[in-house]
């Protein structure tokens, strides 16, 4: 993937990908058939297993993810970002579940972390304006994610604060604390996709 770019802004590194305009609309138009079959989306809700405090979060269905081939698109990433960070191939890649996560007003994912090895973020609808603070010199943190490592040293953050924009990507290592503020300036659906994946022994170890 030409477009992956590798972030180190503390220990662990974040790759970033773009999401292809195509398999956004492929994943919006699977959100939007099934958020109107209220069967479906009964039997796909996984919001209890999730730490969300938001509208709704459920699992995309396997067919679906293999006709839109996401595994291939999540893996192809995963081997560049293994290959450029840590200088290793790639042998298995395994998705062990896939989510979908519908936020509004005033709701928010409280700090926690994912299982497997490696997980990510993809955003598919972001409200135009997440609103502003009054206060100054302060950063908005409404509706953004943040990832957070450590403590803060001399030359070391703990936290990187990512705004959320259509079609980015951020993988990261499951065990990478996270959480997303909330918005409280319009209604407007805050949409994004998660996963969680294991690797292949080697991949996943820390030894070189």
């Not at 138009?29 to 969300?52: C, F, R, W």
């Not at 679906?64 to 560049?80: P, S």
């Not at 290959?83 to 928010?108: A, G, M, P, T």
Request: proline share 4%; with cysteine; net charge positive.
């Amino acid at each position: 993937m030409s477009d992956l770019q590798i972030l180190r802004p503390f220990g662990p590194s974040i790759a970033k990908i773009t999401m292809p305009d195509e398999l956004i609309k492929s994943l919006n138009n699977y959100v939007d058939k099934t958020i109107l079959d209220e069967k479906k989306v009964s039997e796909l809700d996984h919001s209890n297993q999730l730490a969300g405090k938001v509208k709704q979060e459920f699992l995309l269905e396997n067919k679906f993810m293999e006709e839109i081939k996401w595994g291939q698109f999540l893996g192809r990433a995963v081997k560049t970002w293994l290959e450029h960070d840590s200088k290793k191939e790639l042998k298995s890649f395994e998705i062990i579940k896939c989510w979908i996560v519908r936020q509004f007003q005033n709701e928010y994912n409280p700090i926690h972390h994912h299982s497997g090895h490696v997980s990510g973020v993809g955003y598919l609808k972001v409200p135009e304006k997440l609103g502003n603070i009054s206060e100054k010199k302060k950063n908005n943190d409404k509706g953004r994610l943040t990832l957070i490592h450590g403590s803060v040293n001399l030359f070391s953050k703990a936290t990187y604060v990512i705004k959320p924009v259509v079609g980015d990507f951020y993988l990261f290592p499951n065990y990478l604390l996270h959480t997303v503020y909330p918005f409280t300036d319009t209604n407007e659906e805050r949409r994004s996709i998660s996963f969680n994946a294991n690797l292949d022994r080697d991949s996943a170890s820390y030894s070189n």
